[in-house]
């Protein structure tokens, strides 16, 4: 049990008054137990701001595989192999249920995916701002695979060893799953590298558009990152975003070199003396925008997200009733998908 | 041949139907859902296609008239309700043939052998989303009882013999009915009225005759591999 301290130590207190517990003797109990890389489980004690920020990360980490489906499935009826489009298609279902894991992951912190939904769909809650870049040709989906989930897998690796249980095991699932995914687009993109010169240059114009955009994943630098020192003192993140990134540059140059392609970044070049490849400038004013809503499809993602829970919103109604109606108790996804109704009539 | 192709193509159209879907479920759970059903088709395609010929050349270069899929499958999604009217009537005619051509010991019996446990578990899950919708609120069921009847006149041609296809189709046909009358009728959902078959729609999917839509589904499905004659992906 990871946090068995801090139970021993939160039921210390006889009298079962919970205004005379100290928050003082849970609150060492927990940095304790953080200290010596215990996992916090959902039933033991955790300051509230540990929570609400787990609550933020685990749910936009939800929203961006939901979201990410878009991009890739915009493809699938236009696959140029069935043994493509197999692919894809697996893909894109890893993806939804990656979402399922982390939404279920979330609700173990005293949140519903419900509400983690709407607060998506009204823009409360934010997605990866890679998903808000269009998917303009078919190598588009190799440069996802390869780049945005070889970012992905670069930062979520360490989080499969994050204080928090539930997040941590959700990760280890998915980084294998992701892992896979990487290997397909690296080998698109191979396919594409080594095929005619027409589908070269396709590959080599993707990597061209989304090199940046990965880089920007790990998120803004070290000293504009607002939650990274609290985050790395709960043991939630092992690494800083700078870190992270020069990691993955550090691993995409040499892939690269073996794909015959190569990056847009005329700085990029291997440093003897820090053993890690600089490169140039990242282009932080579209990072914000991206993030504030103004990239290239923000409007068209949230828009077909929305549209897609609307328009689905009869048939949860006819789950539920049918539920109600078979099981003869109302249940809390029968009232709750209710009030939904009401609201709409 | 005939029969790989028809029953391969009824696979590779349906699948790509219900490939549209991702990214538009009405909730996470059909996403995974709907891309496994679309996944298991696929699958089944590219056996089907590769015992008549290249999967890729099949799918890609030809025209629709070449075609030999079953109109009903060629169907557009429409809403959920049309999406499951349309997998209640094909998984079950589907479950019903595999199980047959299992047992049957022909060219076809190894494919039709694995095949039926995926096409159970699809039937299972029209099956379930049919009591749910017809069973469920007013405009679910309305929905749900528009969707069966505006497909139904796609069923009958499920049931026109396929040439190379050792099957008996009078029975399958009956079977098929009793079982979707008795899910419907679970479902509190009437048995459509009118013809299952109609000039246009009796076995002209098997010889190459499509409906409108089909044709818009192709050039989206065939365009990319069209634009680069002879590169391998």
Sequence with gaps: MATAAAQRTARTPADGAPDTVDMAAYQHAFDAAVAADERIEPRDWMPDAYRATLVRQIAQHAHSEIIGMQPEANWITRAPSLRRKAILMAKVQDEAGHGLYLYSAAETLGTGRDELLDKLHSGRQKYSSIFNYPTLTWADVGAIGWLVDGAAITNQVPLCRCSYGPYARAMVRICKEESFHQRQGYELLLALSKGTPEQHAMAQDAVDRWWWPSLMMFGPPDDASQHSAQSMEWKIKRHSNDELRQRFVDICVPQAESLGLTFPDPDLRWNEERGHHDFGPIDWTEFWEVLKGNGPCNEQRITQRRRAHDEGAWVREAAAAYAAKHTGSTGETAHETGETGAERA | ?233
């Design chain 2, 1 to 233: 041949m005939t029969a790989a192709l028809a029953l391969g193509d009824d696979a590779l159209v349906l699948s790509h139907r219900l490939g549209e879907w991702a990214g538009h479920a009405p909730v996470l759970e059909e996403e995974v859902a709907l891309a496994n059903i679309a996944l298991d088709l696929l699958g089944q395609a590219r056996v089907l296609l590769s015992m008549a010929g290249d999967e890729d050349e099949l799918a890609y270069l030809r025209e629709e008239r070449a075609f030999r899929n079953l109109q009903l499958v060629e169907q557009p999604n429409g809403d959920f309700a049309h999406t499951i009217a349309r997998q209640l009537y094909f998984s079950t005619y589907q479950q019903l043939l595999y199980a047959e051509l299992a047992a049957g010991g022909g060219p076809f019996a190894p494919l039709a052998a694995k095949a039926v446990k995926e096409v159970t578990y699809h039937r299972d899950h029209a099956e379930q989303w049919t009591l749910r919708l017809g069973d469920g609120t007013e405009t679910s069921h309305e929905r749900m009882r528009d969707a069966c009847a505006a497909l139904w006149k796609f069923t009958g041609e499920m049931f026109q013999p396929v040439e190379g296809l050792d099957a008996d189709w009078t029975g399958l046909d009956q079977r098929w009915q009793e079982s979707v009358e008795d899910v419907l009728g679970r479902a509190t959902l009437p048995l459509p009225e009118g013809p299952r078959t109609g000039a246009w729609s009796a076995g002209t999917g098997r010889q190459g005759l499509h409906t409108e839509s089909f044709g818009r589904m192709l050039a989206e499905m065939q365009h990319l591999h069209r634009s680069h004659p002879g590169a391998s992906w």
